[in-house]
Structures are given as C-alpha cells and as structure tokens.
C-alpha cells in the first residue's frame, strides 16, 4: 500500500472537483529512493518544471518541494534504503469545464511506495518484450512530457499477459519505435547506440537522460533519431531503461532473440559507476 502526504501530512482523499482527477490535468514524476534520497533529483525537477510550462502551470518551489518530499520520506513506513516516491502536480479545484478558473491554485501530493529490486537474472540474462498494437498519438502538445494521461501506455500495457513479458514497445502511427509502456529504449548497430527521437510522442524518461549523459561523457556515440521497427529488429543489442531498475538487457521481442548483450554490459557498468547500482549485478 502506499502512503499520501501532502506538504508533510498524511492524505487520505482528494476533492472530486480536482482537475487531475476530471481530466488528468496534472504531471507526474516517479522518483527512486535509496537510502533515503531521490535518485536523480534534479533530472526529474527539471522535467517537472518543463511540463508546467506546456500545461500552463505554476512551476513549484524547488526547495519546497524538496522539502515536501523528504518530509514524506521520514513519516512513511516503506524501507528507505529502497522505495518509490511519486509526485503529482495537479491543475486543483475549478468549476466543471475544460477552462480553468482564474482563481484556481496548483495542489501537490507526494505518495511512497514499498518497491523490491527486480532479480538478478533480469539483469545478467535479459528480458522479454513484445510489439504492441496500441500506437501512440503523433505531435502531441506534450510529447516528452509525463503528464497525468497516460490512456495509451495503459491500453498498451493491457496487451501484454501475465507472464508473457516484461515489456511492451509502442510505435507511433507511422510505424517508428518510440518506447516502451515502462520504459525508454536502446538499440546496438555496428558498435553505434542509438535511441528514439521523442518529438512528436512519448515520455523523455530521467534514466534516458542519464545514460545518453553518462555514456557522451565517457566518449560513446549516441544518436537520438527516429528508428523502424525493421532496424529495432535487425539490431545488434536492445536495452531498456527506466528510473527504478536502471538499465535492463532485451533477450527477446517477439520471434527475435538476441544472445549476445557485450555493449550494453558496458552501458550497464558505466551507470553503475555513476550510482545507478542495480547495474552492478
């Protein structure tokens, strides 16, 4: 179960009349905690601060909300030497309707999470993955963006059956590998890694942003460019990553399999090097 607090104190409901609930007007970070501290914090505020800007938002005070979210780590019962700390930014309370009060005000809630680490054979053998057939929306107005409606990833995600996966990859309604419902992806060509142009849709995940950072600093080559489906199949490598389990091997996609995973055990052990310590395994 988790836990809700806002500026420090334990929430049990919300207004019905809250804008993030009558139309998901609103954004959303989720944060890995480990020992006690947000991992990637200044990543995941500057994506929220971005999103604000699309949505027309006020942006939040970074040391408030920093404040806000440590005080929500000390009171929660979950393990704070690993947990999951989700933040949502909502529109507030309005009249009915699409427009916004003039008179409306932001609200913040801060929940945490008990989490687990995935097993170790996740990361030393790989994953499975799928092709979804939900395609995502093209030029979005928030595209990059984590906003409160996420209708897409959760039709995605209801394709894949229990068991069957880990993941999903979506594409856009052009046929371009995008990312996954979890997660943002990589693939390996001729010793090149390369990654989704998020443009016109998807989510610019935390963990995304790091490993293009950590892998340009340490000279890799890395591409941001639109990718086919037919170039994610015929690729050397997949890897996923997202910003509670770091950097996880593609074993499969459907009827492919890869078995070699040398370049992304590289990936794997420059994140673990920047802090990233599921990558270690």
Not at 100 to 105: V, Y
Not at 264 to 278: C, D, N, Y
Request: hydrophobic share 40%; charged share 25%; glycine share 8%.
């Amino acid at each position: 179960m988790s836990q809700w607090f806002r500026n420090g104190e334990p929430l049990s409901q919300v207004s019905i009349d809250d804008r993030a609930f009558q139309y998901g007007d609103g954004l959303f970070e989720t944060v890995a905690i480990r020992d006690g501290r947000p991992r990637l914090w200044n990543y995941h505020l500057e994506r929220l601060q971005l999103g604000c800007e699309k949505l027309r938002l006020p942006k939040p005070a970074d040391k408030a909300l920093r404040a806000s979210l440590d005080l929500a780590i000390r009171a929660s019962d979950a393990d704070r030497s690993h947990c999951t700390a989700k933040i949502i930014l909502s529109a507030g309370i309005s009249a009915r309707g699409y427009a916004r009060s003039a008179a409306t005000s932001g609200a913040e809630f801060v929940g945490v999470f008990s989490s687990q680490a995935l097993a170790a054979e996740h990361y030393r053998e790989g994953v499975e993955t799928m092709l979804c057939d939900t395609r995502l929306a093209m030029f979005s107005a928030t595209a990059g963006c984590k906003t409160l409606n996420r209708l897409e990833q959760v039709l995605a995600r209801l394709e894949i059956a229990p068991g069957e996966a880990f993941e999903g990859f979506t594409l856009d309604a052009d046929g371009r590998v995008i990312c996954g419902t979890m997660s943002n992806v990589f693939i390996v060509t001729a010793n090149t890694i390369a990654t989704p142009s998020l443009d016109r849709c998807g989510v610019a995940g935390v963990m995304r942003r790091h490993a293009i950072e950590t892998l340009r600093r340490t000279g890799d080559t890395v591409v941001v460019r639109d990718i086919s489906e037919s170039e994610l199949m015929h690729s050397d490598e997949v890897f996923i990553c997202n910003s509670q389990f770091g950097i996880l091997p593609v074993q499969r996609c459907g009827d492919k399999e890869w078995h070699a995973h040398t370049r992304t055990r590289s990936v794997m052990r420059a994140l673990a090097q920047s802090g990233i310590v599921e990558c270690a395994q």
